[in-house]
């Protein structure tokens, strides 16, 4: 039996504005982010974790790397990890851009792709094929993730076994912790956005 274990990366000025980051955003993490993403290590110090990968975005590499130093594990980074690229629509508020794909029926939202970016569609299909790709070349590990809001929403109904419309009802804070047991080739739900060690 395996986990794995989704951590959003620490807290940004951006989040807080509630701001769409751009495709490799540099933006560092804030004096909050830093403090989460240590509590995150110390957290899941007793899960005995084996690996950590992580988003190419900054914000995730200084995440992993605040986790890896705790945890005296190395980290790899891989661009299969990032946020969706919202293209023409990055640097706009999120709660503008939620009410316009709000107004969408959903088929025409799943495979709507802004310009410069891509669509849900791509960003769910490249997610599930990195982390199935992960789960069949390290098994019975314990692997950390350290990615997005957004690319933990997009595996929702991949990992919880839901419609793809259920991934509006869920939200994952900065430093929360999803964990799912890989057993026999199916994941089963430990916890999901917890943040009680924040």
């Known amino acids: 039996m395996s986990e794995i274990i989704f951590v959003r990366h620490g807290e940004t000025e951006k989040n807080v504005e509630g701001i769409l980051h751009s495709h490799d955003d540099m933006e560092p993490l804030t004096q909050r982010g830093t403090e989460q993403m240590v509590k995150v290590a110390e957290a899941l110090k007793g899960h005995s974790p084996t690996h950590i990968f992580c988003s190419?975005?900054?914000?995730?590499?200084?995440?992993?790397?605040?986790?890896?130093?705790?945890?005296?594990?190395?980290?790899?980074?891989r661009d299969d990890l990032q946020e969706r690229n919202w293209g023409e629509?990055?640097?706009?508020?999120?709660?503008e851009v939620d009410q316009m794909l709000s107004s969408m029926p959903f088929d025409k939202r799943y495979v709507y792709k802004p310009e410069g970016g891509e669509s849900w569609q791509e960003f769910e299909t490249r997610l599930e094929?990195?982390?199935?790709?992960?789960l069949g070349t390290y098994i019975d590990q314990t692997l950390i993730i350290v990615t997005h809001e957004g690319a933990i929403r997009a595996l929702t109904p991949f990992l919880l076994g839901i419609p793809k419309e259920g991934s509006y009802e869920h939200s994952f804070a900065n430093g929360s912790i999803t964990i799912l047991k890989n057993e026999n080739a199916k994941l089963h739900v430990e916890v999901v956005n917890d943040v009680s060690h924040l």
Not at 61 to 73: D, P, Q, V, Y
Not at 129 to 134: K, M, R
Request: a positive charge; glycine letters at 8%; charged letters at 25%.
């Open 56 to 77: 190419s975005e900054a914000r995730a590499i200084e995440s992993a790397k605040f986790m890896a130093e705790k945890l005296g594990l190395p980290f790899e980074v």
């Open 89 to 95: 629509l990055s640097g706009r508020r999120w709660t």
């Open 129 to 134: 094929h990195a982390i199935t790709g992960l």
